[in-house]
């Protein structure tokens, strides 16, 4: 008898082989059990499971790479968004400069046949154009019918938005003469 059919005919109760010595004509000894990683066979059950697991981990894993493609997209654009910004303040570094909103007057002067516009913050000149028909007609107002300082337009520069005339930009801020 060998030990395999020893084996066998005493079942599945491995405990009670633990220790054990068996007296057979090759004196075979249990000494203890160890386990060990071999392949087994799967049931049906088994198998069905395995199955529901690789459905779920597939699932799992296509919804993980839609996240991170979103999050890339996301990310790329706040690094697109910091390196522009990046850019406008290197720019204004450089040039020592910025574009700002500065309250402009509009000033007719009816002696060199201009308007000018004036900057308030500095109070230089910084583009002027040849005076149009409409610039020199000026409004005649009824004191009786408005008062003072709530006139329509009273405040406002005129003109600006019609983009009409010709205008002479000058990038020094220096009054022209």
Known sequence: ??????????????????????????????????????????????????????????????????????????????????????????????????VRAVKCLRVLDFAHDLVRFIRTDTWREVSNMKMLPEDRQLEIKDEAEEPEGEAEGEGELEGEAEGEGELKEDGEDEPTK
């Open 1 to 98: 008898m060998n030990v395999h059919d020893l084996l066998s005919e005493l079942g599945d109760d491995s405990q009670a082989l633990q220790g054990a010595i068996i007296d057979t004509p090759d004196r075979v000894v249990i000494e203890c059990e160890k386990e060990k990683r071999l392949p087994v066979e799967l049931t049906q059950y088994e198998l069905a499971q395995f199955g529901e697991k690789l459905a779920e981990l597939t699932e799992r894993q296509a919804e993980l790479e839609a996240e991170l493609k979103a999050t890339r997209t996301q990310l790329k654009a706040g690094i697109d968004d910091v390196k522009a910004e990046t850019m406008r303040v290197t720019s204004i570094l450089r040039s020592r400069k910025e």
